[in-house]
């Protein structure tokens, strides 16, 4: 047995016994890469991704391409850490499945998951017509948010999960309220999700500090809205 296999091994058996207490999340993420990785000491590569993303949440929110720009990490890594999002994401959608999130649970819910967060992400909470979670489904922020491929990613999900409205949060990790990007992607987000059937109920950006909405701020032609600090577009 060599010197990773014996560290594998010690690892293994330390998470088992202890049900993953006083694992680091290096050590959690070495386990995962094990799978992917089968002969090779994974523990700089856990550390590298810890170190560009900064946490576990930030890396299975990462898509497969920002994955792959790490040495060491290829499409079989990739795929894992993608499956394991996926699955933290399903387990906590059914666990809110059914449940009616309207007004302050919808707050509590996009505040719970997205205030701190370590790194930009979305949330989108998709609805059943009567109000009730259908399912939960987050994803990392591209530096260069398309709006048109977000709007195609949020119809076909609504679609597969017979959903026909949506809260959509993003979280910032640092305060400063909603960035100008936001203000005209929440106008032309709504437009594009409505001609495709789905309603955009809110787009709101959480900070450590803020909830601040802005497609429930809209005024009634459609075409302009005022933040709490007067900031927004003309039409």
Avoid at 197 to 208: E, F, Q, S
């Amino acid at each position: 047995m060599g010197e990773h296999d014996g560290h594998r091994g010690r690892l293994r058996t330390r998470f088992l016994a202890s049900d993953g207490e006083g694992v680091t999340d290096a050590e959690l993420l070495e386990l995962a890469l094990f799978v992917s990785i089968p002969r090779r000491d994974v523990r700089p590569l856990a550390e590298s991704l810890l170190r560009r993303f900064g946490s576990l949440t930030a890396i299975f929110d990462a898509s497969a391409a920002e994955l792959c720009e790490i040495a060491g990490v290829g499409e079989q890594s990739a795929l894992l850490l993608g499956l394991l999002g996926s699955c933290r994401d399903m387990a906590r959608s059914r666990g809110l499945v059914g449940t009616r999130l309207a007004g302050h649970g919808v707050r509590d819910l996009l505040l719970g998951s997205l205030r701190g967060a370590e790194r930009d992400k979305y949330l989108a909470v998709y609805l059943d017509q009567d109000g009730t979670v259908a399912a939960l489904r987050s994803s990392s922020v591209p530096e260069k948010p398309d709006r048109a491929a977000l709007a195609e990613v949020i119809v076909n999900q609504a679609r597969l999960v017979g959903s026909s409205a949506l809260y959509l949060g993003r979280g910032l990790s640092a305060p400063g309220g909603v960035p100008d990007m936001d203000l005209s992607l929440a106008i032309g987000l709504k437009r594009d999700l409505e001609r495709a059937g789905v309603t955009l109920r809110d787009y709101v950006v959480v900070t450590p500090t803020e909830y601040l909405p802005t497609v429930s701020r809209l005024s009634p032609n459609g075409l302009s809205f005022r933040l709490p600090d007067g900031r927004g577009p003309e039409a």
